[in-house]
């Protein structure tokens, strides 16, 4: 019972962590139809301005995680005013192979800065918490109850805030959008900036308890794409519960089949919802189903349907 509720606190802890990077990675194509793979590397950025600020100028934990979260706002906002936007009418492949440039440039960037060797961040949350049996470092029960109160906070803000309201006209039909008068450009910068923050707090959450290093994102990324293809692409609670499926799934099924590698388990749970949802995975770029399938824009109470 012991090891059971240990790997259930695991797959919460990791289950969060990449729900939060996952959800800004859906959030990003919800807007663009196109796969961000720098998304990654504003993770590993992220990590890396949080281990800075601690160890180089002695700011405190949350202040870093701060100032990470601004940093990879503007650097995730920058990438869209430089990059992505002026790609916008081109082909789906010249964004993707954008994107792939924007990673190999930010990761070479903070290789030159901070340099290739593994760094360990550290965090004030050092103590041990026992509870029913099992053994909790305060820095996992900080990740778990962090990650799931920003994935309620973004949640609230996208279905009860006319500004998140925004977020998902554009995504759902984004010539509509713009014809109700919805400023594209500020709502894509508006986006950038939400998941380059998502990233970075969720990098300085985690890295604590893992190490920061360059390629610190290709893993994460990498799940994250498996997430929002479980969970439907541009889907905002499919990113959440494919999050928690995925770390669950590694977790009980190296418990059960003493698997030697739990990314087999990933793998082949992608190919189990390949098979049975093969619309979902073969269609070709921006004809996936509707994003934010799941989010209904709020509606005023005082109008009446025809």
Do not use: C
């Amino acid at each position: 019972m012991d090891t059971l509720l240990q790997q259930i606190l695991n797959g919460l802890t990791l289950g969060g962590i990449y729900g939060l990077v996952a959800l800004g990675l859906t959030l990003v194509y919800g807007i663009l139809h196109v796969p961000n793979f720098a998304h990654g590397a504003f993770y590993m950025v992220g990590a890396f301005v949080s281990f800075h600020a601690m160890n180089a100028w002695g700011w405190n934990y949350w202040v870093a995680m701060a100032a990470s979260a601004l940093a990879v706002a503007a650097l995730a906002v920058a990438s869209e005013r430089l990059v992505f936007h002026p790609l916008r009418a081109a082909s789906g492949i010249h964004p993707m192979i954008a994107a792939i440039g924007v990673l190999l440039f930010l990761e070479a960037g903070a290789q030159a800065l901070w340099g290739a060797d593994f760094q360990r961040m550290p965090t004030p949350y050092t103590s041990i918490v026992e509870m029913g049996g099992i053994t909790a470092p305060a820095q996992r029960l900080l990740i778990i109850a962090a990650a799931f109160a920003l994935m309620v906070a973004l949640h609230l803000f996208l279905t009860r805030t006319t500004t998140g309201s925004t977020i998902i006209a554009m995504a759902q039909n984004r010539e509509g959008a713009s014809l109700v008068g919805i400023d594209a450009n500020r709502v894509s910068m508006l986006t950038f900036a939400i998941s380059g923050m998502l990233a970075a707090v969720a990098a300085t959450l985690y890295a604590p308890i893992n190490l920061v290093y360059p390629a610190m994102g290709h893993l994460v990324i990498t799940k994250a794409f498996v997430i929002i293809i479980l969970g439907g692409m541009g889907s905002v609670p499919g990113a959440i519960a494919g999050g928690l499926i995925i770390r669950f799934a590694e977790s009980f099924g190296a418990l059960a089949l003493r698997a030697h590698s739990p990314q087999d388990l990933r793998l082949a749970l992608q190919e189990a919802f390949k098979q049975r949802r093969p619309a979902v995975i073969e269609v070709p770029v921006g004809e996936f189903p509707s994003p934010f399938e799941f989010i209904q824009l709020p509606r005023n109470r005082g109008s009446r349907s025809p």
